[in-house]
């Protein structure tokens, strides 16, 4: 299977490309990977999915929100957060669907603050639930069997220490069981299916 | 009470304004009501919530998102949705609470696409599931017991001629219930909840 994987070189993208090992993995990223695009251009992602066509299945393990106090939270950290986790996601679903094998994939991410609320986290909350109604709503209008799917990861073991803090009480999981949630969505058959790995 | 009601000239603002009858409401629009702001601008928000300061609620039954089968749903239409409805409510929120007496309430607005899903539906998806996210997780960062909701009614019986063949099968509300659910977010104790009015 070819799969297109955009954050490939991050903490989630290392487990997928492992759990994903003996299918032909592109790596995609803005600044490494065996092609360059960035979320945040239509135009980019347009160009870069023309040029690697036809593929089996796009991933994505990128994408940023603000974390700021509800007060702190000014339109700069929105339009920050909306148009990278959010629209980034969106225009990649979107621009790849044209480019896809019948049948093929779409995986994107959301996070685990979609269900469990901290402070500071209001905008992640906010993009991941609008993330997973877009693959949810958009499941039911895809042509020629194309799938769309979220996994939604707790707090990753590799993660804790650069979060130390934001997170009282979350249990931590092992990144390899994300990389399998990734692999759950792509080798599978499910579609409009939010996958929460606890 | 002194509720500033934005949208109060809409289908579902003139139900909540009946059902708040005997409170003092302040009827907000962009073209029309006692007092005028645009809630896409962040400045005209905080302009009306400064002269009217201060008040015990604010309640918003306004908001637009683009409707178009997903392959349509460019950049544009997604800018649209995502500024007016979704943005436009969040601004709203914010701009309030400096400004709301204690405990105060803000009274969003969602809908039933949040949890249904139609063919041309997914910008509502989107962004009816963003808002709710919002308001649960910006409930647990208020202060001086504030309190924020969400009201998210179905297809409303005076809209069913407006949007014939959209809601195939779904079982329109009478009008006056969603005015209820607003009296029942404002006037209770309930907060970060997502009213379902079906």
Redesign the interface.
Known sequence: MKILLVGASGTIGKHVSEALKGHEILSIGRSSGDHRADIES?ESLRALFRKLAPFDAVANASGHVAFA???E?D?EK?KHS?GNK??GQ?QLA?EA?PYLSERGSITLVSGV??DE??????A???????????V???????QRGIRINIISPTLLKDSEKAYEGFFPGFVAVEGWKVGQAYKKAILGAMTGQILRVL
Chains 1, 2 share one sequence.
């Open positions: 239509r106090p509800l007060p939270l339109a929105w909306l959010l629209m969106i979107q669907i603050l979609s609320f901290i402070p500071s986290g209001v992640a909350t906010t993009v991941n639930r609008a993330l997973e109604g877009f949810e709503a958009s499941a039911i209008e895809m």
